[in-house]
């Protein structure tokens, strides 16, 4: 059976959650009708706070009500489709009763990720934590799931503070999304200069230290993040001492090598992107009308698991054979000369530029693909990749 890769096809559930999310908001956070006019203008404010403004984006944004909203009606929806389609992909092996907390929770944006994306999981017992500053964000984020899964067995709780501020039951999965580039943001627009837990210098090393002791021995942490470079490389960071640590990183990574995209300078960053075409109609509409329309979205990942049983996995690739890697496929196809077409993937051997002639094989962002490696290899000029041409020697998984 062909493996469907780390971003599937989002499933019915998923597309049909998004698609009555705009009704659900109308229900749970009503707007007055100047209010919903003005929607697109604050959504595209809040954008720039976000991206060129960054330095003057409030620390505790999500706690004034014109920035909740536009998170709301606009990223809270996108980033559930982003969550969704990861967690669609991944191999979740949670046992009932098993422990998730969100750090940074949010709106309860995992949580109805999570919801949507696996129906098989509803009727299985979960406790999940979500941990966040803003409490006028988790509280809207509750009355959000409740009415999505108004009878769901899961045991849901929150608190109302800064992440690792308080001790709490060590989780089987310790998620984290849209986190580490806040922790990277100091409280006055710096880099660097804010710890986990809101306060402090703190290296990555120092990070890790306070994630294992909040973790079970048989657990697994999932950071998701924008798909930008600050993003890729700080989690390239995150990867190389975690495997120093004694972590697996099963994903994205198919190999415990060197990262080739530590996006340092001009190099590449590893983070993923998908058509959205699928997405709601009333999303996209909205995204026209503040100016942020999205054909792609993209995101950046990292899996750590530790221990024999972790309850998220990777399919794992058949064993690739003597002269052969698996390959992860990073980007989209792209043109080269002579007709051909390319796509970049992560190896052991580093950066790798898979080229194909046009009606041949067409792998999409996070397929693994196994390579036989010629006896002899060339490198792409442009980005000094090893350039493989899949008909000398593929297998998709």
């Excluded at 959504?43 to 536009?70: G, K």
């Excluded at 792409?380 to 350039?387: E, Q, T, W």
């Amino acid at each position: 059976m062909k493996d469907p890769g780390l971003f599937p096809a989002p499933s019915a559930e998923l597309l049909d959650g998004l698609a009555g999310m705009q009704r659900t908001l109308r229900e749970v956070f009503p707007l007055k009708t100047k209010h919903r006019a003005a929607l697109p203008g604050g959504i595209r404010r809040l954008s720039d706070y976000l991206t060129v403004d960054r330095e003057n984006l409030p620390r505790d944004y999500m706690t004034r009500p014109e920035f909740l909203v536009a998170y709301l009606h606009y990223y809270l929806p996108w980033n559930i489709y982003r969550q969704g389609r990861l967690l669609t992909g991944l191999d979740l092996a949670l046992k009932p009763g098993s422990q998730i907390v969100d750090l940074g929770a949010g709106p309860l944006t995992f949580l109805q990720a999570l919801w949507l994306s696996r129906p098989g999981m509803r009727e299985q017992e979960l406790d999940y934590l979500a941990v966040d500053r803003s409490e006028s964000a988790l509280k809207v984020g509750r009355k959000l799931f409740d009415s999505l899964a108004s009878e769901a067995p899961w045991k849901i709780s929150t608190d109302n503070q800064p992440a690792g501020r308080k001790k709490f039951r060590p989780a089987d999965l310790l998620v984290m999304a849209n986190f580490i580039n806040e922790v990277d943001r100091g409280p006055r627009g710096g880099r660097g200069s804010r710890s986990a837990d809101g306060g402090g210098d703190a290296s990555v090393t120092q990070m890790l230290e306070r994630w294992e002791g909040q973790v079970a021995n048989d657990g697994a942490i999932l950071l998701i993040e924008p798909g930008v470079r600050d993003s890729g490389r700080s989690l390239s960071r995150i990867r190389q001492t975690a495997l120093e640590r004694g972590w697996r990183v099963p994903a994205p990574c198919p190999h415990a090598e060197d990262c080739p995209m530590p996006g340092r300078r001009n190099t590449p960053w590893c983070h993923f992107t998908f058509p959205t075409g699928d997405s709601p109609a009333w999303l996209s509409r909205l995204s026209h009308q503040a100016k942020l329309p999205k054909d792609r979205a993209s995101l950046s990942f990292l899996l750590m698991v530790r221990g024999e049983n972790p309850p998220v996995r990777i399919r794992p690739p058949k064993s690739p054979g003597k002269g052969c890697s698996v390959v992860r496929v990073v980007s989209e196809g792209f043109d080269l000369p002579n007709g051909k077409l390319g796509r970049y993937g992560c190896s052991d051997h580093g950066l790798v530029l898979l080229e194909n002639r046009r009606g041949g094989p067409s792998p999409v962002p996070g397929d693994q693909v196994t390579i036989k490696w010629p006896d002899s290899t060339r490198r792409d000029p442009k980005s000094g990749a090893l350039a493989i041409l899949l008909s000398e020697g593929r297998d998709r998984r």
